[in-house]
Structures are given as structure tokens and as C-alpha cells.
């Protein structure tokens, strides 16, 4: 099975993907920035749309070590270590003091409030123009459409779940004519404080897959994913 996508990650490193951000923001053009981890690579296999949506973003950059190694071993770049990690809470720093404007796309009702009371408690300054919850999405699309193209964020952070946030941002691309999109996955449900993450250390080692099966056994299917992740990355590099 071809990975036909995988020559599109970037290896550019974290100073230089806010320095890219920086450059889209000043000269207001949009920026379709997509995070992927292992999980979603497998979705994206089986996924036409996803697919479409990966190979149409600006920039691909590999998350977690597994992701990490799977690019460096089929084309040989030189990746830095976990670039996308912090990128959401990075921006969110950055331009807090700016006159730069937010939206949130994803999460329910309460926990989209929630994490908008908690940014605004830590970023006081932040400028959030709308945080639009997944029930509103489904029911009232075209009200959100519309809504986004009046506000013109400069930032949308999609956490719809993994392999949702980039097909959603390539379909709305049009509403979004200048604004940087990066798919957050959880990242709604982590700064609201809804979601417990694996330790730094198991994430710096690449234990994330077993964390989850220690805390969700049931789950056992995943160790099934990740072999098949392995057998299909040594494929890709025996077929060249």
C-alpha cells in the first residue's frame, strides 16, 4: 500500500514554522498548517478525503517520535524533535498582546466555554472572536461559514478529533481567506483541563500507544494499529 503523502512533511523546525506563521500573518494570507501523529496517518490510508486534505495543506509536520521516525526513514530528512509540539499554546502566547483575533472550532458547548474562561484567566489580553462547539458545526454550518468570513480571524484552531480538523479546514478554506489553521485534535479538551496527557517523558520516548493501553486495555485493538504501522512503513521503504 503506496503512502502517496508521505513526501509532503516538512522538516522545517519549530522557529522556523512561527517564523512562517509570522510572515502569513503580516502579509494576511492563509496558512493550512496540519499536525499529523501516527493515528491519523493510519486514518488517512483509508481515507480519500483525508487525504486530499493532507496532500492540499501548506505544511505537513510530523508529531511524536513514532511519526517522527517514519519521515526521517522513508525520505531521509533530518526532522527536529517533536517541531509541532507547544505550537497551539506557543501562538497563543505570541500574539496575546497583538491586536490578532481567535476562533475555536470543535469541543462541546461547555468545554469550548471553559477553555475560553481558562486562556482568557492565563491571557488576559488574548482577542477570541468566536469558539464555535461541535453540536453547532453539524446544525448550523452555513451560520458558522458566514460567521467566520464576517469575523476574519487570524487564527483558527480546529479540534474536532483527530484526521476531522484537517478535512474540515480544506473544506472551509474558502471562508478563510486569510487565517492561519492548525487541527489542535484535543487540544480544546487539554487547555479546558477535561483530558489528562501521557508524562513528557513517555511522549519524549514514544510510549504515548502504551500509556493509553495501561489506561484503556480494552482498547487493545491499537497494538494491532501499530503493528500494522511498522509493517506498512517497512513496505513503503522495501518498494522505494
Known amino acids: 500500500m503506496k503512502v502517496s503523502f508521505i513526501s509532503k512533511f516538512s522538516n522545517l523546525t519549530n522557529s522556523e514554522i512561527m517564523d512562517l506563521i509570522d510572515k502569513n500573518v503580516e502579509e494576511k494570507k492563509p496558512l493550512h498548517i496540519a499536525v ?3 493515528t491519523i496517518f493510519m486514518k488517512a490510508i483509508f481515507s480519500s478525503k483525508l487525504k486530499t486534505a493532507l496532500k492540499n495543506a501548506d505544511v505537513i509536520v510530523p508529531q511524536g517520535k513514532l511519526m517522527n ?3 526521517r526513514f522513508l525520505t531521509r530528512k533530518l526532522i527536529e524533535k517533536n517541531p509541532a509540539t507547544g505550537l497551539f499554546m506557543q501562538i497563543i ?3 496575546e498582546k497583538s491586536s490578532r483575533s481567535i476562533s475555536f472550532i470543535g469541543g462541546t458547548r461547555g468545554i469550548v466555554n471553559e477553555c475560553v474562561i481558562r486562556l482568557k484567566k492565563s491571557f488576559p489580553e488574548i482577542s477570541i472572536r468566536g469558539s464555535f462547539p461541535k453540536e453547532m458545526i453539524k446544525l448550523r454550518e452555513k451560520d458558522v461559514d458566514e460567521m467566520l468570513r464576517k469575523t476574519s480571524p487570524d487564527f483558527v484552531f480546529v479540534g474536532l478529533g483527530k484526521g476531522k480538523d484537517d478535512k474540515w479546514i480544506r473544506k472551509n478554506r474558502n471562508f478563510l481567506q486569510s487565517s492561519i489553521c492548525l487541527g489542535i485534535d484535543d487540544g480544546i479538551e ?3 483541563g477535561a483530558k489528562k496527557q501521557p508524562p513528557l517523558w513517555m511522549k519524549e520516548k514514544g510510549w504515548e500507544p502504551l500509556y493509553w493501553f495501561i489506561r484503556k ?3 487493545v485493538i491499537g497494538i494491532f494499529k501499530l503493528l500494522f504501522f511498522y509493517s506498512l512503513i517497512l513496505f513503503n521503504k522495501i518498494r522505494g
Request: charged residues 25%; glycine residues 0%.
Open 36 to 38: 499529523i501523529d501516527y
Open 69 to 71: 521516525w517514519a519521515v
Open 93 to 95: 502566547k505570541k500574539y
Open 190 to 192: 487539554i487547555a479546558a
Open 217 to 219: 486495555p480494552w482498547r
